[in-house]
């Protein structure tokens, strides 16, 4: 099961904004860098963001992340009909000494 | 441009073995880490096991933890999971992917091989 806790889904209209959240612990969170991953459907997960909020090349600043405690959230503004996927958090945890990802979190642009 | 093709795949009865493998291609793979993500059937993402780049030190998650193996062969640049004693629970699409060496994050991943347990 998950260590990390995410919303189910978000939605919003084209051109408005979502927030993610993405909930852990001190063990992983709180002590680790937070990366995000988009999975398109049928596809494999993509690296949104690393580092709590630096974006790979080739990300658009559409989509930003920040990390407070134990909890990181995924900002994606102007949002797009292309943005519809499943968006996962990840993180080492230090305690369990392995790779931990969130719930996963259903984004749809209505 | 990095590459990773995961192969080996397909239906297993409960209780028996199967190895995957992921060939890796434009990067110097006896440099990063590997680490094997797994998704059941409309499920989320279960990170599985990661192998040091110099095969040092090998993590598991707990549901794994005694029946499966991770390696890596770096002259042919290869990393592989061995999967033993598996369960129906075990079915999934199984991705590879590289670690970034930076943030402890995945920044490639490969197409992923279906492993099913049915019997």
């Known amino acids: 099961q998950s260590v990390l806790t995410q919303p189910p889904s978000v939605s919003a209209a084209p051109g408005q904004k979502v927030t993610i959240s993405c909930s852990g612990s001190?063990?992983?969170?709180?002590?680790?860098?937070v990366s995000w991953y988009q999975q398109l459907p049928q596809t494999a997960p993509k690296l949104l963001i690393y580092?709590?909020?630096k974006r790979p090349s080739g990300i658009p600043d559409r989509f930003s992340g920040s990390k407070s405690g134990t909890s990181a959230t995924l900002g994606i503004t102007g949002l797009q009909t292309g943005d519809e996927a499943d968006y996962y958090c990840?993180?080492?945890?230090?305690?369990?000494?392995?790779?931990?990802f969130g719930t996963g979190t259903k984004v749809t642009v209505l | 441009q990095v590459r990773l093709v995961e192969s080996g795949g397909g239906v297993v009865q409960p209780g028996r073995s199967l190895r995957v493998s992921c060939a890796a291609s434009?990067?110097?793979?006896?440099?990063?880490?590997m680490h094997w993500v797994r998704q059941a059937p409309g499920k989320g993402l279960e990170w599985v096991a990661v192998?040091?780049?110099?095969?040092?030190?090998?993590y598991y998650a707990d549901s794994v933890k005694g029946r499966f193996t991770i390696s890596r062969d770096n002259s042919k640049n290869t990393v592989y999971l061995q999967m033993n004693s598996l369960r129906v629970e075990d079915t999934a699409v199984y991705y590879c992917?590289?670690?970034?060496?930076?943030?402890?994050?995945?920044?490639?991943w490969g197409q992923g091989t279906l492993v099913t347990v049915s019997s």
């Open positions: 990840g993180a080492w945890d230090s305690s369990l000494s392995a790779g931990v």
């Open positions: 001190s063990s992983n969170i709180g002590n680790n860098s």
């Open positions: 434009g990067f110097t793979f006896n440099s990063y880490g």
């Open positions: 192998i040091w780049y110099d095969g040092s030190k090998k």
């Open positions: 580092e709590n909020n």
């Open positions: 992917s590289r670690d970034a060496r930076y943030g402890d994050c995945l920044d490639y």
